[in-house]
């Protein structure tokens, strides 16, 4: 019963969150200067034209009316048509969002374990040369942009050592796993700053288990080093980290515009940027409502799964 509480809190939570995003993105993308029916029209328009087209796009009631009017065909699984490409946005968005899906797994499958592991490497020996090697291999990784590892990966990987393709562009409607290539560099420069982050957070939380009297214990007992660590050190690590692999999921379903641009990915960040470039609000309004939903899911996720780890946790208020 404890943890059905904790979950219908998190979900009412998450209900909430979304409600004042919604709110929030709605009023911010309507009251930037600019005309949406201005900008389809051009300059070519009438003002008989410019009129009949704000009034059959809603625009020509308050804020607050089409803010109700967008919600209900939002809670009826309509998320309205494009402007710029006269499609549902539902189905773009589904494909583009199955993209991104592809790369942020992909990321998650290689960095988490490669950053327990580093951590948990810099920790057994803190202040050492393989510490140091770790924490400032890190502490670089991290401090470097998206922008300057993603140059610098098309640079040498496609120009100086050709060997990849520096755009991962596909055919839409493709398949990104059919073009595994097209995937390397783009996984690689998201899981190198996600790798940096996850294992420091690790290597603090390690260094604090190892130091416990439980783990103290559990070596006077004459237990391995190895069942040290991992059964009893570790779990005690994981609750924080998970935490943060959910916030880090959200991110890079929401948070890749840059990599996706720069590689030309179909998924959403592309779609964001480009709807944003062609004021396509209803595109945008979509977009960032379901980046939403993706934090609210996985930290919800991530919640779950601490409780899973530490039982501790379900007893708490």
């Not at 839409?172 to 190198?192: I, M, Q």
Request: proline share 6%.
């Amino acid at each position: 019963m404890a943890v059905l509480a904790i979950l219908a809190r998190r979900i009412g939570l998450l209900v909430v969150v979304l409600f004042l995003v919604s709110v929030l993105t709605f009023a911010i993308v309507n009251i930037l200067p600019g005309d949406v029916a201005q900008a389809m029209l051009g300059d070519l328009g009438t003002p008989e034209q410019l009129a009949a087209l704000r009034a059959a796009m809603g625009l020509d009631l308050p804020l607050a009316p089409r803010y109700l009017h967008w919600m209900a065909a939002v809670l009826r699984g309509d998320l309205g048509t494009s402007l710029a490409d006269d499609q549902p946005i539902a189905g773009m968005l589904m494909l583009r969002l199955g993209h991104s899906a592809i790369l942020a797994g992909l990321t998650l499958i290689i960095a988490v374990p490669l950053a327990i592991l580093m951590g948990t490497l810099a920790a057994l020996r803190p202040g050492s040369w393989s510490d140091r090697l770790i924490s400032g291999l890190a502490v670089l990784c991290f401090s470097l942009p998206e922008y300057v590892t993603g140059m610098a990966a098309i640079l040498v990987f496609s120009l100086w050592w050709p060997i990849l393709p520096g755009s991962s562009l596909i055919e839409p409607g493709a398949n990104p796993l059919a073009h595994p290539a097209t995937l390397v560099l783009p996984v690689a420069v998201l899981a190198t700053g996600m790798l940096a982050h996850l294992s420091q957070i690790t290597r603090a939380g390690m260094i604090v288990a190892l130091e416990s009297a439980y783990v103290r214990t559990a070596m006077l007992k004459g237990l391995s080093g190895a069942s040290v660590v991992f059964k009893h050190a570790l779990p005690n690590v994981m609750p924080p980290l998970l935490t943060e692999i959910g916030m880090q999921f959200g991110y890079l379903l929401g948070g890749i515009v840059v990599v996706e641009t720069m590689f030309a990915y179909s998924g959403i960040g592309d779609m964001l940027v480009s709807a944003v470039a062609h004021r396509d609000i209803p595109v945008v309004e979509a977009t960032v409502l379901v980046v939403a939903l993706a934090y609210g899911i996985g930290n919800l996720l991530a919640d779950l799964g601490c409780l899973a780890v530490d039982p501790r946790l379900r007893s708490r208020p």
